[in-house]
């Protein structure tokens, strides 16, 4: 603080006591994520989710790529194995939770309105309105948007991406940030893979390595049931090993690196 | 478009800051986005005097610093620039690197005025 007249300014930019050039305020030194806010909320629902024993993945892709078909195929698969919940986020209507409520499963809808995606906040809300109690997967069913929801981590464990055949296979060079942040690419709608014809699995595979993204690529049709076992295995497997309020596998997997 | 969510955050980044420091108005704000934050900076400047009408902020400019996009390869070591979309080493070609910068979406400072802009001519020192 200046002690000439206890401006905040630069005392150097003084004369007899009166600031000379009043465009120089204090510079504050930040450094923090722009959606400071927002990533604390998700550390917090993360917690909140490991201390439930819950594994949480975040289910991102355009609108209808098939995420409400691949849950209830995953929740009648899991029958018996796993009790699933889901948060489902829509810009309109409960059609979504009611389709999920009818495959036995609890839902929890969030209708956003024009938001064109989900944050931290929204889903700690409708996580408080979720009996959790003997849950062991929370699917997180975001806005179909391929942009907006890479950019806000909600405190899940896993992205789980969907690229159905009947999008182009090089939507992972299209939209990078998305792609970038997912942990497994579900490749769904594969019973429509030949009727589409030019929709090639091991391209849009290569267009997620080009990203330096190792994640595992699954081809599933939730129709016809081809590889819903590999993708049952992998939720098992990540189910498994987030254990009992263990926290130590802990990570914000949504790509970003927030100083 | 969610620059919009994005320009309300770092409002009450801002504002939480001026109220701290006891200023009464907001200038420089400035910002490190990398092309793989997925934020679009003209929209972001587009948005936030909507966002900030009305508030200290309701004068501050949007300085946008671009990071480059850079990997390190855990194959052969090398360090290079990559394109946001083919993250890979320029020196071997393999995909296995690690983003070094690119994604960064920062808030790095605010500067903080304690007097109003002489222009309105309701400064507060004598």
Request: aromatic share 4%; net charge negative.
């Amino acid at each position: 603080m200046c002690e000439i007249c206890g401006c905040v300014g630069d005392a150097r930019a003084h004369v007899e006591g009166h600031p000379l050039d009043a465009e120089r305020g204090k510079q504050v030194e930040v450094l923090h994520a722009m959606l400071h806010e927002n990533d604390h909320q998700a550390a917090h629902n993360r917690a909140h989710f490991s201390a439930a024993g819950l594994l949480v993945v975040n289910l991102m892709s355009s609108p209808g790529a098939g995420k409400t078909s691949l849950l209830e195929a995953t929740i009648r698969a899991l029958a018996g194995k796993l009790t699933v919940a889901v948060i489902e986020g829509d810009l309109e209507t409960e059609n979504d939770a009611r389709r999920i409520r009818a495959a036995g499963a609890q839902a929890v809808q969030i209708t956003t309105g024009n938001a064109c995606h989900l944050d931290a906040a929204m889903v700690h809300g409708a996580f408080h309105r979720l009996d959790f109690r003997g849950v062991d997967i929370l699917f997180i069913e975001n806005v179909g948007n391929l942009v907006c929801p890479a950019a806000f981590d909600l405190g899940q464990h896993r992205n789980v991406v969907l690229l159905s055949v009947t999008e182009g296979d090089d939507k992972p060079e299209k939209y990078p940030v998305m792609f970038r942040a997912a942990d497994l690419l579900a490749i769904t709608k594969l019973d429509l893979l030949e009727a589409v014809g030019d929709f090639e699995p091991d391209r849009a595979a290569t267009h997620l390595r080009n990203l330096a993204n190792a994640a595992p690529v699954l081809e599933i049709s939730a129709r016809s049931g081809t590889g819903m076992n590999v993708w049952v295995d992998w939720l098992t497997t990540e189910h498994a090993a987030r254990g009992h309020g263990d926290t130590s596998a802990d990570h914000a997997h949504n790509g970003h690196v927030h100083a | 478009m969610h620059e919009l969510a994005i320009c309300e955050s770092i409002l009450r980044q801002a504002l939480n800051l001026a109220e701290v420091h006891k200023a009464c108005r907001v200038g420089r704000i400035v910002l490190t986005i990398g092309p793989l934050a997925g934020v679009e900076p003209h929209l972001l400047l587009h948005a936030f005097p909507l966002v900030a009408a009305g508030t200290v902020c309701e004068e501050a400019l949007i300085e946008i610093e671009t990071a480059a996009v850079r990997v390190e390869c855990r194959i052969c070591g090398a360090s290079s620039g990559a394109q946001h979309n083919r993250l890979l080493c320029a020196a071997c070609g393999t995909w296995r690197v690690v983003l070094v910068s690119g994604d960064e979406m920062l808030l790095r400072s605010v500067e903080l005025f304690e007097t109003l802009p002489s222009h309105q001519g309701n400064q507060v020192y004598v």
